[in-house]
């Protein structure tokens, strides 16, 4: 059974920094594409970050500079550094697994986490 279970999530002032993980289990995801998604409350899901197999990387414009994908292979698990934090980055935030990477785009597969929230506000 493939799982995608993300953590790092929590209350920071804006300014701060968080970082988030997505340990995957159940399948080798490393010949694939992962990503992170977030969803406010009353928007869309939207795709803030993604990385290819060989570590290509794309952003939202509304977090470049500020954000970071990476992932592990060999520990199967994708991190999401965010820095310089805003209230509106307040949303939870999903890893996504085996979706499709298009170089300025990503399109999410069909593994997802249960969520973790990310919360900015002094």
């Known amino acids: 059974q493939v799982q995608l279970v993300e953590s790092g999530g929590g209350l920071v002032q804006p300014g701060g920094s968080l970082r988030l993980s997505c340990a995957a289990s159940?399948?080798?995801?490393?010949?694939?594409?992962m990503g992170w998604y977030r969803q406010a409350p009353g928007k869309q899901r939207d795709s803030v970050a993604a990385?290819?197999?060989?570590?290509?990387?794309n952003y939202a414009d509304s977090v470049k500079g500020r954000f970071t994908i990476s992932r592990d292979n060999a520990k199967n698990t994708v991190y999401l550094q965010m820095n310089s934090l805003k209230p509106e980055d307040t949303a939870i935030y999903y890893c996504?697994?085996?979706?499709?990477?298009?170089?300025?785009?990503?399109?999410?597969?069909?593994?997802w986490g249960q969520g973790t929230q990310v919360t900015v506000s002094s």
């Open positions: 996504n697994a085996g979706g499709y990477y298009g170089g300025s785009y990503y399109l999410g597969g069909g593994y």
């Open positions: 990385i290819s197999r060989d570590g290509s990387t």
């Open positions: 159940g399948r080798d995801f490393s010949i694939n594409a």
